[in-house]
């Protein structure tokens, strides 16, 4: 990371990351790095907690590269997401928890427990839709060992709210607490739309928070049950009305003028004629 006084880092540290090649040499930066005596300052002050947003945030941006089918992009954006792995690793070797060598390990022995059908000896022969089930199971198995006794256990606290919700409705219709389909989905959509309207005309703040998160996690539920995913979903009306409120600002541009220079009307009747250039 920059800082305005650039550390001096030992030539001993230095050469060891040049004499070595690949995941070695990265490892052996990132010692470097949090190296306490010439280590970068703002490395070495870094914990789990203060790096674990940063992690989100590269996860987001290697799906975004993706999204945009950024493929000249793709390698650089999985190499910071490879980062801070690594930046996890060392903190944790520092603190004699554990060693990159046992993140590897962890998800080597995962990939060949969970897939029997290719290490073991169960047949290939089988369905994507069958092998999904199968993951599930092997994954049940792994949340008991780990004494996981609840339905909803283990399901990550870190993940976007509305990635995270429909993990959460997925776990608890495996046990038969669903909607039987999405027209009774939308029935208490339209429920919890009213009780949205009810709490805002009180002056509960908390409470209407309270109503828009249902409604949120109903919309969630919806997006289940119609085989949506939410996250992207989303992601797709965000970079549409980019798109558009761009259009919008190009074509107030055209006049030497910006969007403060206009009004909601005008704006509309762009935005309007953004949207039917985009649908002929």
Not at 84 to 101: I, K, P, S, W, Y
Not at 160 to 167: C, H, M, Q, S, Y
Not at 218 to 244: C, Q, S, W, Y
Request: glycine fraction near 6%.
């Amino acid at each position: 990371m920059a800082d305005d006084k650039a550390p001096v880092i030992h030539p001993a540290l230095v050469q060891e990351a040049d004499d070595r090649t690949g995941i070695d040499r990265l490892l052996a930066i990132m010692a470097a790095l949090r190296d306490p005596q010439t280590g970068c300052p703002w490395d070495i002050e870094q914990d789990f907690a203060s790096i674990a947003p940063y992690t989100i945030e590269e996860a987001h941006e290697v799906a975004d590269a993706i999204a945009r089918e950024a493929w000249d992009e793709l390698p650089g954006e999985l190499g910071d997401l490879l980062l801070q792995v690594v930046f996890h690793a060392r903190m944790a070797e520092e603190a004699g928890l554990f060693a990159f060598a046992d993140v590897v390990d962890k998800v080597t022995a995962k990939m060949i427990d969970r897939h029997p059908h290719i290490f073991g000896d169960e047949s290939r022969d089988k369905s994507a839709e069958q092998q999904v089930r199968d993951w599930e199971a092997i994954k049940a198995r792994e949340r008991a060992a780990k004494a996981e006794k609840g339905v909803l256990d283990g399901v990550a606290l870190g993940l976007p709210g509305l990635t995270r919700a429909v993990k959460l409705q997925n776990r608890a219709a495996r046990v038969g607490f669903d909607w039987p389909g999405p027209e009774d989905v939308l029935v208490k959509l339209v429920e919890e739309t009213r009780e949205l309207v009810e709490a805002r005309d009180s002056a509960d703040h908390a409470h209407l928070t309270e109503e828009f998160g249902d409604l949120m996690f109903v919309m969630a539920n919806l997006a289940r049950h119609l085989k949506i995913d939410p996250e992207e979903a989303l992601r797709g009306a965000n970079a549409k009305f980019t798109r558009r409120f761009q259009s919008i600002e190009a074509a107030l541009a055209a006049e030497g003028r910006r969007p403060e220079d206009s009004d909601l009307a005008e704006m509309d009747a762009l935005w309007d004629r953004a949207k039917a250039a985009e649908r002929a």
